[in-house]
């Protein structure tokens, strides 16, 4: 069974840092791609940063360029995001996603295996 399990949330004030950590589990092949998405209440739950495994290229919301930065290690099990400059409307649940095909973190419809996720919460 595969598992993604976050770690790294927590809350703190506007301009402060936090670093998320995703780890997976139970997969025997390689993940195309990972990622992470966030969703906040009455929100859908967006794409914030992910990266293809193969190529290691990362891609950024809008909303967080310049500010998170997206990683993984050499075994593609292990996701990271680095989260500087916090603004109070980062809040919100933070989920590490995988996907089997490379191009399937770019939209919810195609994760395959989703993490419980962490909050975090930016207080002004």
């Known amino acids: 069974q595969v598992q993604l399990v976050e770690s790294g949330g927590g809350s703190v004030q506007a301009g402060s840092s936090l670093r998320l950590f995703c780890e997976a589990s139970g997969y025997s092949g390689t993940f195309g791609c990972l990622a992470w998405f966030r969703q906040s209440p009455d929100n859908e739950r967006e794409l914030v940063a992910h990266?293809?495994?193969?190529?290691?290229?990362?891609s950024y919301s809008d909303s967080v360029k310049g500010r998170f930065t997206f990683s993984q290690d050499s075994a593609k099990r292990k996701a990271y995001l680095q989260m500087d400059s916090l603004k109070p409307e980062d809040t919100a649940m933070y989920y590490c996603?995988?996907?089997?095909?490379?191009?399937?973190?770019?939209?919810?419809?195609?994760?395959?295996?989703w993490g419980q996720g962490t909050q975090v919460t930016v207080s002004s």
């Open positions: 996603a995988a996907a089997r095909g490379s191009d399937g973190c770019v939209s919810r419809e195609g994760v395959d295996y």
């Open positions: 990266g293809w495994t193969s190529t290691r290229h990362t």
